[in-house]
């Protein structure tokens, strides 16, 4: 078995190896993972945070030793809270550090973070405040980022950056947690999952007071929720379809 870890701001995991593929999910900085097999350009992954899999370039990647990749897990995890920080690499260069990257790894790097950090769990409180700084991110399918984020990407950087794990996809995450039967048993930072027409979960937002919900769905948005789902006013219409709502903490 081979690990790795992600020295650049943000690598794309494909589906399969190659240049065109759908995009699955996204590396931050930091990351660290175990490689399952190997192609000439590519090596398929699997994330150790959510245990996503998929394909990212090799020059994009830094290998490394077992006991190093053990010592990373055993390290407190740290995510920088800044919407961009930066990290000085060994030959002095700048490196931009996205919200939600994995800083405790620099060290493993020979970087030298510089910015906001959080570790630990954080008051559900928190969650609410962590989910503006995504706010009007362009919606990305497989994003993780600031710069472009899927629905629950959103949920799970959310989550993460204050201490919790979240599965990669709205239909994994909605395993997760305790189902509430009515919308007024949530509190913010309660998730909210919706289906499309095959009765299939696709999309996930973070509930907040007085029946609104922060979600990606064109960009980061902030709509009204009732029973029945998703009500855009810009549009005039209902977007998603309420399925269950879930309290994971």
């Avoid at 020295?7 to 999910?25: A, C, F, G, K, Q």
């Amino acid at each position: 078995m081979q690990y790795g870890i992600c020295p650049l701001s943000l690598v794309s995991v494909r589906l399969t190896p190659e240049e065109t593929s759908e995009m699955v999910t996204q590396l931050l900085y930091g990351e660290h993972f175990k490689v399952l097999e190997h192609r000439k350009f590519y090596s398929k992954i699997r994330i150790a945070f959510d245990k996503c899999e998929g394909w990212v370039r090799k020059d994009q990647i830094n290998l490394v030793q077992e006991e190093q990749y053990d010592a990373i897990v055993n390290t407190k995890a740290i995510f920088a809270t800044d919407l961009i920080s930066s990290a000085e690499t060994d030959k002095k260069h700048a490196l931009p550090i996205l919200l939600g990257s994995s800083v405790h790894a620099a060290e493993f790097l020979n970087h030298e973070f510089e910015g906001d950090n959080s570790s630990g769990n954080r008051e559900k409180s928190s969650l609410i405040q962590t989910a503006f700084y995504y706010l009007n991110a362009p919606f990305l399918k497989g994003g993780k980022s600031p710069f472009g984020i899927d629905s629950s990407g959103l949920s799970q950087m959310i989550y993460k950056i204050n201490g919790h794990t979240l599965l990669r996809t709205a239909q994994q995450q909605s395993s997760q947690g305790d189902a509430l039967s009515f919308i007024e048993e949530s509190e913010p930072g309660d998730l909210a999952f919706f289906d499309n027409q095959e009765g299939e979960i696709d999309h996930v937002g973070i509930i907040m007071d007085d029946n609104y919900i922060i979600h990606s769905h064109g960009m980061v948005r902030i709509d009204r929720l009732d029973h029945t789902g998703i009500f855009n006013r810009e549009q005039g219409r209902y977007t998603h379809s309420l399925r269950v709502i879930k309290k994971l903490i």
